[in-house]
């Protein structure tokens, strides 16, 4: 048999649950506002220190181009029909 059945949620044994769970929720959603706000606010001063040189940076390794051959010097220049 339940000894606490029949009784008020209120009495002694049961009197901290409800502040201490709203306690904990109010300091878990005030961490993990501090923790968003450090975070943003630390990203904001890299993003404004730091952008210009990485977006300078080259992403990946250049290729070198060969240009087209020229044309010998021996034969006349090819001129397109009108």
Not at 34 to 43: Q, T, Y
Request: charged residues 20%.
């Amino acid at each position: 048999m339940n000894r606490n059945a029949g009784q008020n949620p209120t009495d002694a044994g049961d009197a901290g649950k409800g502040w201490t769970t709203l306690l904990m929720s109010v300091l878990a959603t005030v961490l993990i506002l501090a923790k968003d706000i450090g975070f943003s606010l630390w990203v904001r001063r890299k993003l404004y220190s730091e952008f210009r040189e990485r977006a300078a940076q080259v992403v990946g390794p250049t290729r070198r181009t060969v240009p087209p051959p020229l044309p010998r010097a021996d034969l006349p220049p090819v001129i397109a029909p009108t």
